[in-house]
């Protein structure tokens, strides 16, 4: 987790007073982007499919907002990918294993092919597939 220090000039107009206010903000931009590049990576890998994955896009800076997707509230890492019955082809993505909080994945019903990629023993908190 990235930390920034973000300091905030106070002016106010037609007063003498100019002062500044440092804050802490917390970024999770680059946790985000990996997790949203990880799902992304799924996304392209899957070859045909209902349309879900549409509703995915590059622009969004937050996977947290996509069908399918859940995060956790607190550290807005993935934690649940649930794409079941969307006609999906193709196969199972390694970037899969990136989501080293996934703790549910729900693909059934779907048309996955290939070998289940090692990666997924990256995901250490995995509870269902």
């Known amino acids: 987790m990235k ?3 973000v300091r ?5 107009s037609g007063s003498t007073f100019v002062g500044q206010v440092d804050l802490m903000v917390v970024l999770n931009l680059s946790t985000l982007m990996a997790f949203g590049q990880a799902l992304l990576n799924f996304r392209t890998a899957v070859v045909s499919s209902d349309g879900i994955l549409t509703h995915w ?10 069908k399918g997707v859940e995060c956790d509230k607190n550290t807005k890492r993935v ?9 999906l082809s193709g196969p199972i993505a390694p970037d899969l294993g990136k989501l080293d909080q996934l703790k549910f994945l729900t693909l059934h019903n779907n048309n996955f092919y290939g070998e ?3 990666e ?9 597939v």
């Open 3 to 5: 930390r920034m220090l």
């Open 8 to 12: 905030i000039l106070l002016v106010w």
């Open 57 to 66: 896009r590059p622009e969004d800076p937050d996977p947290c907002n996509w």
């Open 79 to 87: 934690i649940t990918l649930s794409l079941t019955n969307h006609k």
């Open 116 to 118: 289940i990629p090692s």
């Open 120 to 128: 997924l023993g990256n995901c250490t908190e995995l509870q269902a």
